[in-house]
């Protein structure tokens, strides 16, 4: 059994590359988490796990990570990813992940939206939403990506 993480933070970042992986790999540098090993996981955030955005991950650890990002290798395109957290009065939260073709106003209203709809499925009232988000325009191949990390 996996222990349940205590801690959590949310990054964006977006940057270009020379091929679509190294793109990505340096939108992770820049979002902070690019010398981790992401473990994606699904969309819940656990009862009482606090926020620290100055949270260390060791380099090379497995990470969970909760994310969305978009590779694109068009000139002069935008695309965005978004993440955000739904948080309850009294029990678990839930996150949700968004990356498109679209402006960061576009991705963090997806976001807002889904957080809404995941609470109102789950019959619980939403009392607070924290999103991240991020816009690009690709000048030859770009990446943008959004994250919440969890960690012990």
Not at 40 to 65: C, F, H, K, N, Y
Not at 82 to 96: H, Q, T
Not at 138 to 151: F, M, N, P, Y
Request: proline residues 6%; aromatic residues 6%; contains cysteine.
């Amino acid at each position: 059994m996996l222990p349940t993480p205590k801690k959590f933070k949310i990054v964006a970042g977006a940057a270009e590359g020379k091929n679509k992986l190294t793109a990505f790999d340096n939108a992770l540098l820049e979002a902070g988490i690019g010398n981790i090993n992401l473990v994606r996981i699904s969309s819940i955030l656990p009862p009482a796990v606090e926020q620290d955005q100055d949270m260390v991950l060791p380099p090379g650890s497995l990470v969970p990570t909760a994310y969305g990002a978009i590779v694109c290798d068009e000139p002069g395109k935008t695309i965005a990813a978004a993440v955000g957290v739904g948080f309850s009065a009294d029990s678990f939260g839930v996150i949700m992940e968004y990356s498109g073709s679209c402006s960061k106003a576009e991705a963090e209203q997806k976001i807002q939206e889904m957080l809404e709809e995941a609470f109102a499925q789950r019959g619980m009232p939403l009392v607070k939403t924290e999103i991240r988000a991020v816009e690009h325009t690709i000048k030859s191949i770009g990446c943008a990506l959004a994250a919440v990390t969890l960690w012990y």
